[in-house]
T-cell receptor, first 113, second 116 residues
Framework: EAAVTQSPRSKVAVTGGKVTLSCHQT?????MYWYRQDTGHGLRLIHY???????EKGDIPDGYKASRPSQENFSLILELASLSQTAVYFC????????????FGPGTRLLVL | GDSVTQTEGQVTVSESKSLIINCTYS????????LFWYVRYPGEGLQLLLK?????QKGSSRGFEATYNKETTSFHLQKASVQESDSAVYYC?????????????FGKGTVLLVSP
């Protein structure tokens, strides 16, 4: 059974609209992450969290907000979606003691029109 | 900043043939980063394939091997005999300890297609 799940798996959004991507993990991990991947690029970190009710900025946080209401759930919010946010988004989790070993969800393909 | 460069695009290999996917890295803030290969099978999330934290050491998993070469700053992935089930996207990565978390820097990914 998949330990990191994401919803939706794909989404079409309109420019200027609000988009929420959800992630749920059953690994009992402290750390959770949101990455994006664009064609021809590696994964880039948007936000991460190491405890519920707290989030931290990654390398490319502009245009995104994150929410960690519980240890299991981590959401990525695009308040005003833009064309440049079309990408595949991956959620991941890791244990505090082994942060390098991250467990990823299957990804959400977002198309902003 | 840190960067990882790996074999671009798609690699097609016939079943039972050998494979090498090249990976070189540049770490600006740490002399000897931890190095990884992650793999993404169709429809699934990335998963750790192998990890090496000591320069000069070799990691292996599922028939794949990679050696941490600090002289050439490389971490090439090799397999002697690939199978169709190895078809996936492979990502080379390094980690750098930052304040609060271990930052993973990924390469762009290499698509491996194994033909029967």
């Amino acid at each position: 059974e998949a330990a990191v799940t994401q919803s939706p798996r794909s989404k079409v959004a309109v420019t200027g609209g609000k988009v929420t991507l959800s992630c749920h993990q059953t690994n009992n991990h402290d750390y959770m992450y949101w990455y994006r991947q664009d064609t021809g690029h590696g994964l880039r970190l948007i936000h991460y969290s190491y405890v519920a009710d707290s989030t931290e900025k990654g390398d490319i946080p502009d245009g995104y907000k994150a929410s960690r209401p519980s240890q299991e759930n981590f959401s990525l919010i695009l308040e005003l979606a833009s064309l440049s946010q079309t990408a595949v988004y991956f959620c991941a989790s890791s244990d505090r003691e082994d942060q390098d070993t991250q467990y990823f969800g299957p990804g959400t393909r977002l198309l902003v029109l | 900043g840190d960067s990882v460069t790996q074999t671009e695009g798609q690699v097609t290999v016939s079943e039972s043939k050998s494979l090498i996917i090249n990976c070189t890295y540049s770490a600006t803030s740490i002399a000897y980063p931890n190095l990884f290969w992650y793999v993404r099978y169709p429809g699934e999330g990335l998963q750790l394939l192998l990890k090496v934290i000591t320069a000069g050491q070799k990691g292996s998993s599922r028939g794949f091997e990679a050696t941490y070469n600090k002289e050439t700053t490389s971490f090439h992935l090799q397999k002697a005999s690939v199978q169709e089930s190895d078809s996936a996207v492979y990502y080379c990565a390094l980690s750098d300890r930052r304040s609060g978390y271990n930052k993973l820097t990924f390469g762009k990914g290499t698509v491996l297609l194994v033909s029967p």
